[in-house]
């Protein structure tokens, strides 16, 4: 498993690549929903995530999708040290989903199908270790995905969570739902605009992150900026919700 930030390649054959399988369309479906939607999910993911990050989430009656990779338990990466089996107890307790993020956290762009999903069995195994049901949900490493891989992605997921921005309504994918980061420069605000626009159309957005800290890294959220956005979303209507339940809460 890499514990050193990896960046998936960026040359042209690659971004080529990259948007004609972002916008192939593997389990193609019409979304609608009675009010707007917001999931937050947190990637890999550290145990600041499981600490502050849920912390922020409950005090404001809402729970999370934590997109775990079973090889990152306890293992010092560029975001903080991985969470633990305990944290993963507490988190099901409590509420929050606990989601698919591979095991070994490998680009499954540039992975061969077979070793994928042998991937994905080996995560739901350790997962269930402990104490965690089987996921329903996936989110790709660094985004990373194949047409390959998505027509072949198990039935027991509903849906796979990408990082291309944009809001989940009508014709949809649910191999590559659209998501907001909450790092980077700007990012807060491209989620506090996307809230807005999605108000209006009643629509669903997801918003991703990976540790949350007064310091967080690169790739981490301040705590009091998502708690200034859970406020923001409250006061424009929204239910704040894991990813599972926003699906199971569509009308279409």
């Known amino acids: 498993m890499t514990t ?6 960026r040359d042209l054959v690659s971004k080529v690549r990259r948007r004609l399988t972002q ?6 479906a019409t979304l609608s929903f009675a009010q707007p939607v917001l999931s937050i999910t947190f990637d890999d993911f550290p145990a600041s995530a499981a600490d502050a990050g849920a912390r922020v989430l409950e005090h404001h009656g809402a729970r999370g999708t934590y997109y775990t990779a079973s090889g990152m ?20 307790q409590t509420g929050h989903e606990i989601g698919c993020h591979t095991s070994s956290h490998a680009d499954c762009a540039r992975q061969d199908i077979f070793s994928t999903l042998e991937d994905l069995a080996r995560n739901r195994d350790a ?16 985004g990373e995905t194949s047409g390959e891989l998505k027509n072949n992605l198990p039935p ?3 849906s796979a969570r990408g990082i291309l921005p944009g ?39 997801i918003a991703f992150t990976h540790d949350v800290s007064d310091t967080p890294s690169d790739w ?10 859970l406020h923001e979303a409250h006061q424009l209507g929204f239910v704040i919700l894991p990813v599972t339940a926003a699906l199971e809460r569509r009308l279409a």
């Open 4 to 9: 050193a930030a990896y960046a998936p390649s």
């Open 23 to 28: 916008h192939y369309a593997a389990r193609p």
């Open 73 to 92: 338990a306890g293992v010092k990466g560029p975001c903080g040290v991985g969470y633990t089996a305990a944290d993963i107890t507490r988190l099901v």
């Open 127 to 142: 997962l269930m270790g402990m104490g965690a049901p089987a996921p329903r949900t996936h989110a790709f490493p660094y």
């Open 156 to 158: 027991r997921f509903m």
């Open 167 to 205: 809001l989940n309504i009508g014709r949809t994918d649910l191999t590559q739902l659209r998501a907001y980061p909450l790092f980077g420069s700007g990012g807060m605000q491209r989620v506090s605009a996307a809230l807005k626009a999605a108000a209006k159309r009643k629509a669903w957005v």
């Open 220 to 229: 981490g959220t301040r705590a009091d900026e998502l708690d200034a956005l």
